[in-house]
Nanobody, 120 residues
């Protein structure tokens, strides 16, 4: 079974930093694009950013300059470094990955989400 496991969520004060990790495990042949999404109180889930297998990144405008996505293909991990956090960043953060399993089936997998709370 392919699984994404997230860690690093928690409570942080405005202006602070937090680093989220997401590690993929299971019968994986390859991992292509990975991404981070979030859903705040009373809002729809939105894309935070993505990283391709080669490490190229894209971000939504609201986090540009503050958040950084990176990946470690050896560890099958994607990270979200969040700096200069604002209360409006409070949300459940989800990682996902476009993964090809050992049966050559491509599927987008999602983590269960981790809560990030930014206090004012």
């Amino acid at each position: 079974q392919v699984q994404l496991v997230e860690s690093g969520g928690g409570l942080v004060e405005a202006g602070g930093s937090l680093r989220l990790s997401c590690v993929a495990s299971g019968s994986i042949l390859s991992i292509n694009t990975m991404g981070w999404y979030r859903q705040g109180p009373g809002t729809q889930r939105e894309l935070v950013g993505t990283t391709t297998s080669g490490g190229s990144t894209k971000y939504t405008d609201s986090v540009k300059g503050r958040f950084t996505i990176s990946r470690d293909n050896t560890k099958r991990a994607v990270y979200l470094q969040m700096n200069s956090l604002k209360p409006e960043d409070t949300a459940v953060y989800y990682c996902n990955g476009e993964i090809v399993d050992t049966h050559f089936i491509r599927t987008t997998y999602w983590g269960k989400g981790t809560l990030v709370t930014v206090s004012s």
